[in-house]
């Protein structure tokens, strides 16, 4: 069974860079396809981007997905068992809980564990 654990987010100013983490629980982490996602305020949680087992990375459809390539970068420690999100240029419209997605590669988004959600206020 997959858990995760996230942390790191908080209240920054525009322009400013924050790290998200997402530690994994389980025994295949090179395995597993991992994601970030977002949810706005009375918006539906949405990608923002994912990894594959392959190291293939994958990111939410433009616009938006222009602008995280842009300025975000989703890594992975396997020594750690870790998904990051380093986000960069962080902007007013990036305010968000965040959320990691953990799944096998067989299974759906749904099906996979869910992170705790971090807030991301991003606010001068």
């Known amino acids: 069974q997959i858990e995760v654990v996230q942390s790191g987010g908080g209240l920054v100013q525009p322009g400013r860079s924050l790290k998200l983490s997402c530690a994994v629980s389980?025994?295949?982490?090179?395995?597993?396809?991992m994601g970030w996602y977002r949810q706005r305020p009375g918006k539906q949680r949405e990608l923002v981007a994912r990894?594959?087992?392959?190291?293939?990375?994958?990111?939410?459809?433009?616009p938006y997905g222009d602008s995280v390539k842009e300025r975000f970068i989703l890594s992975r420690d396997s020594a750690k068992s870790t998904m990051y999100l380093q986000m960069n240029s962080l902007k007013p419209e990036d305010t968000a809980v965040y959320y990691c997605?953990?799944?096998?590669?067989?299974?759906?988004?749904?099906?996979?564990?869910w992170g705790q959600g971090t807030q991301v206020t991003v606010s001068s």
């Open positions: 997605n953990v799944r096998e590669k067989q299974k759906s988004v749904q099906e996979g564990a």
């Open positions: 389980g025994s295949d982490f090179m395995n597993y396809t």
């Open positions: 990894i594959y087992e392959n190291g293939h990375i994958s990111y939410a459809d433009p």
